[in-house]
C-alpha cells in the first residue's frame, strides 16, 4: 500500500530546472537553519495559531497518534503559527470518502490527492489556484521543487497543488518474501514480465497448502503497476490512454490491447488456481507478511516494508521505469480548498513540511521516542514500532526526510539518480482538459468502478467482462472523450 496510489502512481520533462541540477536545489534541501519563508523574523502568535484541517489516507490510528499530533502543533505554532487537524481516511475508504468530501462541500483546508481524482477535482472547483502564491508567499517551497515537477502539476496552465517532490518519475518493482525465495529457489533476475511468475506462483501455492496464497491483493490496488505501460493523460481512468513508446501519440482503448488482454486473462487463471485470495474483490487492507506484492518503489524501500510486514528479509527487483509522465508527478499532491480561510496558512505550513527535517520526520515517522529514536540528528532514524499510520509519500519531498537504519545512506540521492535517468512517456506534458467532457468522465469512470475490482483482482473472465465495460463505456461518452484527447494531444504536441 505504500506506493498504491502514487502513480505512486500515479510528468513533464524540457527545461534546465527539470534536471534536478543541485545549483537550483540543494541550498534548499541542505540549509536547515534557513527561515521558512521571507516573514519567518516576524513575531508568531503561538497561542491563536488557527488549525487547519488536513485530508490524508493512512492505516488504522495507534493509541499515541493525538498525541504526536499535539508535539508536532507544538512546534509548528512556535515557528509559523499555525497547527493541524489530521484527518486519516483508510486505504480501502479512501477513495469513497475523498468524493463524497468533495462533492457535498465539507470543509477542509488541505487534502492529498492523486492522479486519478485531481484533475476531475480541480474541474469541480474544489481546489484553490496556488499559481501566483506558491512563489510570492512560499520562495523556498517554489525553489526546492523542479520546475518540470512544478509543469507536471499544472491543469488548464495554473497550478492546483503542491506536488510531493520524491520519486516523481514511475520506478515499479516487484517483491518476494526471501524466505520462499531460498525454499523455491526462485530466480529474481530470470522474471521480467507477469509470465514469468507464473511458476513461482504455483511452486509456492502446491509447497504452502490450499489456505496459502501466493498473490494476495485487495480491492483497491488490484495487481499494482498493471497499466504502467500507458499514459492515462491525467485522466485517472485506466482503460483509456497512449502507450508510452507510441511516437504516433494515439489514444486507444487499453482494455483492449493484446498483451493487456493477455495479462488479465494470467489474472483471471490465477484467481482460479488459488493464487490470488477469493476474497481480493472485497477485501480493503492489505495483509501484512505478503509472500509477494507489487510497488513503485526506489532504492532501500525495501527497509521500512520490511519494519511493516513483519518480515526478516525481502529482496526487490526492479521489472519497469523509471519514466516521466505527467501523471507520474500527480502521483501525490496536497491541495488547498477552494473555500479554506486560511489558504496562505496552508500554503506555509507545506513549505515547512517541505523544507523542515524535524516537522517532516514527525509527519513520516511518528512520535520520537516512541515511535522512532534519532540516529544521527535528522539524517538517520531507527523505527521502534509499526503502527504509525500516515504514509510518508503524500506528505512532501523525501528529500529532507531521515533514512531509516538499515536503507542505504545516500538512499535519496539514489532517488534523485532515477529521476535524473528517467525516460520520458512520449505524451510527457500533456494534461487533457476535461472541462467540457465532466459528464462523459463522470459517467465513463462509473461504469469501470463498478468493473475493475473483479477484473483487476482476476476474478471476472476478461473474455466476457472486458467486452461488457467497453461497451458501457462507450455508451457512457467514452468515444467523445477520445476524440477529444486525440484532438487535444495533436494540438498540444502540433
Not at 527561515?35 to 487547519?52: C, E, H, S
Not at 517532516?360 to 521502534?384: C, H, P, Q, S, T
Not at 535519496?412 to 512520449?426: C, G, I
Request: aromatic share 10%.
Amino acid at each position: 500500500m505504500t506506493t498504491g496510489l502514487a502513480g505512486c502512481g500515479s510528468n513533464n520533462a524540457t527545461n534546465d530546472a527539470a534536471t534536478n541540477k543541485p545549483a537550483d536545489n540543494q541550498a534548499a534541501q541542505t540549509d536547515t537553519n534557513a527561515p521558512a519563508d521571507a516573514n519567518a523574523d516576524k513575531p508568531v502568535d503561538a497561542a491563536n495559531a488557527p488549525t487547519l484541517v488536513w485530508w490524508t489516507i493512512g492505516g488504522n490510528v495507534p493509541a499515541n497518534f493525538d498525541k504526536a499530533i499535539a508535539a508536532m502543533n507544538a512546534y509548528t505554532a512556535e515557528k509559523i503559527g499555525v497547527k493541524v487537524d489530521i484527518k486519516v481516511a483508510s486505504w480501502g475508504d479512501w477513495d469513497t470518502k475523498i468524493n463524497t468530501i468533495v462533492n457535498t462541500g465539507e470543509p477542509f483546508d488541505i487534502m492529498f490527492t492523486n492522479n486519478s481524482k485531481y484533475n476531475q477535482q480541480v474541474n469541480l472547483g474544489a481546489f484553490a489556484d496556488l499559481t501566483d502564491d506558491v512563489q510570492g508567499e512560499t520562495p523556498d517551497l517554489y525553489k526546492l521543487i523542479p520546475q518540470k515537477v512544478w509543469d507536471g502539476t499544472k491543469i488548464g496552465g495554473k497550478v492546483y497543488a503542491v506536488p510531493t517532490y520524491k520519486d516523481s518519475s514511475l520506478t515499479q518493482y516487484w517483491v518476494f518474501d526471501d524466505t520462499y525465495v531460498q525454499k523455491y529457489g526462485i530466480d529474481t533476475t530470470a522474471i521480467k514480465s507477469l509470465k514469468d511468475l507464473d511458476k513461482p506462483f504455483h511452486d509456492m501455492k502446491a509447497g504452502e497448502g490450499k489456505s496459502f496464497y501466493p498473490l494476495s491483493l485487495t480491492q483497491g490496488d488490484g495487481f499494482n503497476g498493471f497499466f504502467n505501460g500507458y499514459d492515462d493523460m491525467t485522466l485517472g481512468l485506466a482503460p483509456l490512454g497512449v502507450k508510452v513508446d507510441d511516437a504516433s501519440r494515439k489514444v486507444v482503448s487499453v482494455l483492449e490491447q493484446p498483451e493487456i488482454m493477455d495479462d488479465l486473462k494470467l489474472l483471471h487463471q490465477w484467481y482460479k488456481d488459488g493464487i490470488i485470495n477469493p476474497d481480493a474483490p472485497t477485501k480493503t487492507e492489505a495483509d501484512k507478511a505478503r509472500p509477494f506484492f507489487a510497488a513503485q518503489a526506489f532504492p532501500g524501500a525495501e527497509a521500512s516494508w520490511q519494519i511493516n510486514e513483519g518480515v526478516a528479509k525481502y529482496d526487490m527487483f526492479q521489472i519497469f521505469g523509471p519514466i516521466y509522465t505527467t501523471s507520474t508527478i500527480q502521483g501525490s499532491l496536497n491541495a488547498i480548498s477552494a473555500n479554506s480561510k486560511y489558504k496562505k496558512e496552508a500554503l506555509k505550513y507545506l513549505q515547512l513540511v517541505n523544507t523542515d527535517p524535524k516537522l517532516r520526520n514527525m509527519l513520516a515517522f511518528g512520535e520520537l521516542g516512541v515511535d522512532y529514536d534519532n540516529v544521527d540528528g535528522e539524517k538517520i532514524i531507527e523505527r521502534k514500532t509499526d503502527t504509525w499510520p500516515l504514509a510518508a509519500y503524500t506528505q512532501g519531498t523525501f528529500f529532507d526526510l531521515a533514512v531509516t537504519k538499515g536503507a542505504p545512506e545516500d538512499q535519496w540521492d539514489q532517488v534523485r539518480k532515477l529521476n535524473d535517468q528517467a525516460t520520458s512517456s512520449t505524451n510527457l506534458g500533456f494534461a487533457l482538459d476535461i472541462s467540457k467532457l465532466s459528464t462523459e468522465v463522470a459517467n465513463t469512470k462509473a461504469v469501470w468502478d463498478k468493473y475493475r475490482y473483479e477484473l483487476m483482482t482476476g476474478a471476472s473472465d476478461p473474455a466476457t467482462t472486458v467486452p461488457k465495460i467497453v461497451s458501457e463505456m462507450k455508451a457512457a461518452g467514452m468515444d467523445t472523450i477520445m476524440k477529444a484527447a486525440q484532438e487535444q494531444i495533436d494540438a498540444y504536441f502540433k
